[in-house]
């Protein structure tokens, strides 16, 4: 059977608001001032790469380990306090599950922030396999994570699907060879999914769950 590729952040996890608000809170600790589209084009790399892009930027002092320790810190907070999943995953999950249907993570997240919200939600059993942005040297919108999932899980390009809320990760799964379903509730979001390479669209997983029921 065809697999099932879910993105975390923004497909799993509602979490894109708290990722911006810590971004924001980031770069004002440094009297930096968040910068349009930036935030959204930083939407898919690792955390890694994400500071380093924010050091070279915007001239941040310190070396880079400081500032991905501090970038964490919030984000590992964030997860803890404020971070749950989409309403309607539980569901979708669970009907996919009990369909048989093989299901995998793909992110490029940390595996300590997402294996605990996996585990806090009750949601880690859903997935066979987990792979994160350390598993790689080149997180999404390079097609590495979906590459590395799709080796361990055996399946071969074309055949599985990868479900992505952003561009560079409609970018990543497509240059991997995957079908791409993109999900986000704004319909200009939509768009920019379908311009990158998004094979369908939706607005959330509930609605896009006779399209992965089928797959």
């Given at each position: 059977m065809p697999m099932l590729y879910f993105d975390f952040d923004g497909v799993v996890a509602d979490s894109v608001p708290a990722m911006y608000s810590i971004y924001s809170e980031f770069l004002f600790f440094y009297g930096v001032k968040p910068q349009p589209g930036e935030f959204e084009r930083l939407n898919g790399p690792s955390l890694k790469e994400i500071v380093a892009c924010l050091k070279h930027a915007h001239g941040l002092p310190g070396?880079?380990?400081?500032?991905?320790?501090?970038?964490?810190?919030?984000?590992?907070d964030a997860y803890a306090e404020r971070i749950k999943p989409f309403p309607d995953v539980p569901r979708v999950l669970d009907s996919l599950a009990a369909a048989g249907q093989t299901l995998h993570l793909v992110t490029a997240s940390e595996p300590g922030p997402v294996g605990d919200f996996l585990a806090r939600w009750r949601l880690a059993g859903y997935f066979r396999e987990v792979v994160c942005g350390n598993a790689v040297a080149r997180a999404k919108p390079a097609p590495d994570l979906y590459q590395l999932a799709m080796e361990r899980s055996g399946d071969v390009p074309a055949a599985?699907?990868?479900?992505?809320?952003?561009?560079?990760?409609?970018?990543?799964?497509?240059?991997?060879?995957?079908?791409?379903?993109?999900?986000?509730?704004?319909?200009?979001?939509?768009?920019?999914?379908?311009?990158?390479?998004?094979?369908?669209?939706?607005?959330?997983?509930?609605?896009?769950?006779?399209?992965?029921?089928?797959?």
């Open positions: 070396n880079a380990g400081e500032l991905l320790a501090r970038y964490e810190a919030l984000r590992r599985g699907l990868a479900i992505e809320d952003s561009v560079n990760g409609v970018r990543s799964a497509a240059s991997a060879g995957l079908r791409v379903l993109g999900v986000h509730a704004q319909t200009t979001v939509r768009a920019a999914l379908n311009e990158a390479g998004a094979w369908r669209t939706a607005a959330c997983l509930g609605a896009a769950l006779p399209t992965l029921g089928a797959w």
